[in-house]
């Protein structure tokens, strides 16, 4: 592909407020009233009380885009500044760590920038390895990096980011004489400049030289997911609803919403498509895949505009998701009970009746999973598909589950009972396991086709991967279990910043610097920054946590009536209540978030509930799917 200059599209307008039929509707999860301890204030980031509680709460009008608008004068308030040149971080009540201002300037050091914007940051900047294509922006790699700005109050680079891979969306993409679907997203892209004409164009990988030809699924739903991140936390919903952005959106659904010879909701993929990018028995359905997906359409549902157009894809997406969650929890979930049902599993089952529907043999079950699942606890498998369970478990797949409600609320508790009962196999020495376990000798042969790369508890094969901590803390924030996160992090700091930020770590306990890591690896920066900063400030969570009462509503159904109860009759609570807490003068928020307090406990399932429509609803509508 030839390099082709693209101009960034800048809009800054600022709408009008549409106060007309308001509904005050709950909306998205503060997280904060369900941790362990009060919330301060952060000055630096600009948000008064007034601002942030009502930041935290939706006004759902339809769309509920148009939330945002209510409060025109917030956006302002929100409109990205031009900051991203600052050296340190803005908040000062950052819970200092030496290695904190370390990261925000390797971090600051990676950013790319085009015809003197930041664009994006460059995946690592290791000169003593071969650059490869670590010298690209990478679409997955800078989700930490926008989330860090944006936390910092800096979303002027990722709007930069969002607009550049717009129209890097439009281009037309071959390889050889292929022409690739018109929604595909880059993996990844480059600045280059000519010294002679001085003048900087871009090129852009969506497959075509990537290390097996494989085009980037994960980008295009990254993106959409980053479009929401961006707009909740700024407020500024004229990106989101610029017609170039309307329209990448309708491109990206286009997609992977297309009708083909599908009998299972999930998406068909081949291997590499993701972040673990090359051969390694991913292909089929991965479950990394299906929760970006899943994510992806809860997140596009908040952002599609109520147009012609925008409703014939709600529609479509609210269908999908009923659909996904319903197959996805059925037939990816894993714990001793469903453990010992496949192992009693008969075979050979025809028609309806048939409790083994993919006709899994119980022999191919692996020895390690019976020692592996604990009593308590359970998992998303890797992958199911005719006859062929993957029972690995990957870290960002779950986590996503988590973040995005694909997992009950059960099933996330007991994705985070799981990981405290296995925390050597799975935390060890050094956060974060890709996956686990690694494949060893014959099946490491047959399955990566022998990746010297890959090795057993190497890189993609079992090893450990910081930049996977700010997921795990997201969802130990969304599950109330901020200790788990707290004790990741404590790890990660002892060796990180000492290490220079290896992308990852080799061996079953990860005490190995990876052996072919690259070091300063951008994400692995970010990514300790965004665990760091959410840990911190638990609201920040909200950005990258899609539970919505109207997204939830395509998934859910016969509750729909509760949620309307909840969404209808104590929006007042939800307004007022936060805001007294954060004045001090009523406590109540705090007290409940108090665990020294069981007097409070009462109260705070009612906050649960009121705070969390998306979990109440799991818990009123468990086994409600067909
Ligand atoms: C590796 C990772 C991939 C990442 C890329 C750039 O290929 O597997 O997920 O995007 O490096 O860091």
């Not at 942030?52 to 148009?66: C, K, V």
């Not at 989700?143 to 930069?160: D, H, Q, T, W, Y």
């Not at 505009?305 to 529609?315: L, T, V």
């Not at 997921?471 to 969304?478: E, G, H, Q």
Request: aromatic share 10%.
């Amino acid at each position: 592909m030839s390099p082709i200059a693209v101009d960034l599209a800048q809009n800054r307008s600022v709408k009008n407020v549409d106060l007309g039929s308001a509904v005050f509707e709950i909306e998205d999860c503060d997280l904060s009233r369900l941790l362990d301890r009060p919330r301060h204030i952060n000055i630096e980031r600009n948000r008064s009380f007034d601002e942030r509680s009502f930041s935290e709460m939706s006004i759902s009008l339809s769309p509920p885009l148009h939330f945002y608008r209510v409060f025109d004068h917030l956006e302002r308030v929100y409109s990205p500044g031009i900051q991203s040149g600052s050296n340190t971080p803005r908040s000062n009540n950052f819970d200092s760590h030496p290695i904190v201002l370390d990261a925000w300037e390797a971090l600051r050091r990676s950013l790319v920038y085009f015809r003197g914007q930041p664009v994006g940051t460059i995946a690592a900047l290791d000169h003593s390895e071969e650059e490869l294509n670590y010298d690209q922006v990478f679409v997955r790699d800078f989700v930490p990096s926008a989330l860090a700005f944006l936390m910092n109050g800096e979303p002027e680079i990722v709007k930069n980011f969002i607009l550049k891979t717009l129209r890097l969306q439009s281009w037309e993409k071959k390889i050889d004489q292929f022409k690739l679907g018109e929604g595909v997203m880059p993996a990844s892209f480059k600045v280059l400049h000519d010294p002679v004409r001085n003048f900087e164009t871009i090129i852009a990988d969506f497959g075509e030289s990537a290390i097996g030809r494989v085009a980037p699924v994960d980008s295009g739903f990254w993106w959409i997911i980053l479009l929401r991140a961006y707009t909740k936390s700024t407020g500024d919903i004229s990106l989101a609803e610029m017609p170039e952005c309307q329209r990448g959106m309708r491109l990206i659904l286009s997609l992977c919403l297309s009708e083909g010879f599908d009998t299972f909701p999930t998406l068909l993929c081949t291997d590499g498509c993701c972040m673990v990018d090359r051969r390694m028995g991913v292909y089929g359905y991965p479950v990394e895949i299906q929760a970006l997906f899943f994510m992806a359409l809860r997140c596009a549902l908040l952002l599609l505009k109520n147009d012609d157009e925008g409703k014939e894809f709600a529609d479509r997406i609210v269908k999908r998701l009923h659909a996904l969650s319903y197959h996805m929890r059925s037939y990816f979930w894993l714990d001793i009970k469903q453990l010992n049902d496949i192992y009693r599993y008969k075979t050979e089952e025809y028609s309806h009746t048939a409790v083994n529907k993919f006709n899994v043999m119980p022999d191919s079950l692996p020895e390690w999973v019976f020692d592996f699942m604990p009593s308590r606890g359970g998992y998303f498998i890797g992958n199911v598909s005719p006859a062929r369970m993957d029972f690995r478990w990957f870290c960002l797949g779950n986590c996503v589950a988590i973040l995005s409600s694909l997992a009950t609320p059960e099933q996330a508790s007991a994705i985070m009972d799981l990981i405290e009962s296995r925390w050597q196999e799975l935390i060890g020495d050094m956060p974060l396991k890709i996956c686990y376990p690694a494949m060893e000798s014959h099946e490491w042969r047959i399955v990566t086709g022998c990746d010297p790369k890959n090795t057993s508890w190497s890189y993609h094969n079992g090893g450990s991967w910081p930049v996977l901590l700010w997921l795990l803390t997201a969802a130990c924030i969304k599950t109330g279990r901020p200790q788990i996160a707290r004790r990741a992090i404590e790890l990660t700091e002892s060796r990180l910043s000492k290490d220079h930020w290896p992308e990852y770590y080799d061996g079953k306990l990860g005490r190995y610097i990876g052996k072919q890591a690259r070091k300063f690896q951008t994400w692995s920066i970010a990514g300790y920054l965004v665990a760091k900063m959410m840990l911190e400030d638990p609201s920040h969570v909200d950005c990258v946590v899609a539970c919505t009462a109207r997204s939830d509503a395509g998934y859910r159904p016969g509750v729909t009536s509760v949620r309307g109860h909840v969404g209808l009759a104590l929006p007042a609570a939800t307004v007022f209540l936060p805001a007294l807490g954060e004045f001090g003068g009523l406590s109540l928020l705090r007290q409940h978030d108090n665990p020294q307090q069981p007097a409070q406990v009462p109260l705070k399932s009612t906050f649960y509930l009121l705070m969390f429509p998306s979990l109440s609803d799991g818990i009123l509508s468990k086994d409600s799917g067909n």
